[in-house]
């Protein structure tokens, strides 16, 4: 059955670094997402992304983060200058339909620990 | 109470049992949808339920969706020590809401073998 992928599964970073989290959607799935879930609380909507552009993003998501699918397979979530707040779970998502009838499938998530 | 909210936020039963939990939440959504969380691991979809259904079934699972009293059920019938995780209620709000999943802070779900 055909899964979200997720690269690395486990991240250390320096605060004030530049990360880049990978993510491979299932192959047919049109929108894509990314979420984080900072250590015992709530998964957060980050960003949706479809048709080559933000769709969507929450007040969490400012400029340090970025968003791109550099390819037909990939779909990177970037964040330019890592704080210790940014130290979080990140799950990409993606749906074969529109946020309002489809499905979401997440990946396995990678865990981002900022020093 | 905050959009998706699940009750309890723990519970423990004897294996065989069944185990309901609910979610409530605050505005109109197109749908609501079901995962589990084992401890640090990923979401795993179990079930979606669109705003005009009232109830759904998958395997041992089913959910209800009460949209007057915005509000869910999730009943896991005949529970397995597998079933052990964390359970969480999505929605998405309708109206122009975000495309994102708002989620609750979930139930943490105990299987006694």
């Known amino acids: 059955e055909p899964e979200v992928t997720q690269t690395p599964s486990h991240q250390v970073t320096q605060m004030g670094q530049e990360v880049i989290l990978r993510c491979v959607p299932i192959?047919?799935?049109?929108?894509f997402y990314w979420y984080r879930q900072i250590l015992g609380q709530k998964v957060e909507f980050l960003v949706s992304?479809?048709?080559?552009?933000?769709?969507?993003k929450s007040e969490i998501f400012d400029d340090q983060f970025s968003v791109e699918r550099p390819d037909g397979s990939n779909f990177t979530l970037k964040i330019r200058s890592t704080k210790l707040e940014d130290s979080a779970m990140y799950f990409c998502?993606?749906?074969?339909?529109?946020?309002?009838?489809?499905?979401?499938?997440f990946g396995p998530g990678t865990r981002l620990t900022v020093t | 109470s905050q959009q998706g909210e699940e009750d309890p936020q723990a519970l423990s039963i004897q294996e065989g049992e069944n185990a309901t939990m609910n979610c409530s939440y605050k505005?109109?959504?197109?749908?609501l949808q079901w995962y589990r969380q084992n401890s640090g691991r990923g979401l795993v979809h179990l079930i979606l339920?669109?705003?005009?259904?009232r109830e759904k079934h998958s395997g041992r699972l089913r959910v209800t969706l009460d949209t007057s009293k915005k509000s869910s059920s999730l009943l896991i019938t005949a529970s397995r020590a597998a079933d052990t995780a964390s359970y969480f209620c999505?929605?998405?709000?309708?109206?122009?809401?975000?495309?994102?999943?708002?989620f609750g802070k979930g139930t943490h779900l105990i299987i006694q073998p």
């Open positions: 999505a929605t998405r709000e309708s109206g122009g809401g975000a495309d994102g999943l708002t």
């Open positions: 505005t109109s959504i197109n749908n």
């Open positions: 339920i669109r705003s005009n259904e």
């Open positions: 998502a993606s749906s074969r339909r529109d946020p309002r009838t489809g499905e979401q499938y």
């Open positions: 192959s047919n799935h049109l929108y």
């Open positions: 992304f479809y048709n080559n552009e933000i769709s969507e």
